[in-house]
């Protein structure tokens, strides 16, 4: 069974600096998607960023981009420029193509921005 | 910008009674899953439907749960005879298709069980 591991419970970053939160995941498979959510306090999650296994290209949007490692089964999110409403909880989270109804999900790291 | 919503928000219930909970997904999604989330835990899949068919279950889906999607749009998860560790966050989320195509998540139905 698949297995995403998020090993920060909780990341600390400056206002307008850059933090990366790691994600790591246990699988045989060859062709998956990855998947980075936020879930602020007391609110709905939302997607920030996706990446196709097959891609090589990292994914990036806007001030978000990640690190895929396929190799090393390694998924990590880096926030630039980090603004005081990226503070949330995040979770990185891993769909099977051949079993894509079902998304796994890590613990979540949780984010706080300082002023 | 009308997202997933779910109904009630928050459901505190006596130990042994049946509830059930509400989710409306974006009008043009296929798709609908239903995920439970714990204190400190991502969440954890429960069960999805493919239009009004109910394709998948996990394990995790006791016999005291049942989901439906009876026309295909809106869906009821029901826990009867709950239990305390039944308390959890209730996350809905819809997707149009499947594959990299991302769900969009509700704001969860918290059940809290005395």
């Known amino acids: 069974a698949q297995t995403v591991t998020q090993s920060q419970p909780e990341m600390s970053v400056q206002e307008a600096e850059t933090v990366t939160l790691s994600c790591t995941y246990d699988?045989?498979?060859?062709?998956?998607?990855l998947f980075w959510y936020k879930q602020p306090p007391s609110r709905q999650m939302i997607l920030v960023i996706r990446q196709e296994a097959y891609k090589q290209q990292n994914a990036t949007e806007n001030r978000f981009s990640v690190n895929f490692q396929k190799a090393a089964k390694s998924f990590s999110l880096k926030i630039s420029d980090s603004q005081l409403g990226d503070a949330a909880m995040y979770f990185c989270?891993?769909?099977?193509?051949?079993?894509?109804?079902?998304?796994?999900f890590g613990a979540g790291t949780r984010l706080t921005v300082k002023p | 910008d009308t997202g997933v919503s779910q109904n009630p928000r928050h459901k505190i219930t006596k130990r042994g009674q049946n509830v059930t909970f509400r989710c409306d997904p974006i009008?043009?999604?296929?798709?609908l899953y239903w995920y439970r989330q714990t204190l400190g835990q991502g969440p954890e899949f429960l069960t999805y439907f493919q239009n009004e068919a109910q394709l998948e279950k996990s394990r995790l889906l006791s016999d005291r749960f049942s989901a439906e999607r009876p026309k295909g749009s809106f869906s009821t998860l029901e826990i009867q005879r709950t239990e305390q560790g039944d308390s959890a966050m209730y996350l809905c989320?819809?997707?149009?298709?499947?594959?990299?195509?991302?769900?969009?998540f509700g704001p969860g139905t918290r059940l809290t069980v005395l």
């Open positions: 989320a819809s997707s149009l298709g499947s594959g990299s195509v991302p769900q969009y």
């Open positions: 009008s043009e999604h296929n798709r």
């Open positions: 699988t045989s498979e060859s062709d998956y998607y």
């Open positions: 989270a891993y769909r099977s193509a051949n079993n894509n109804n079902d998304m796994r």
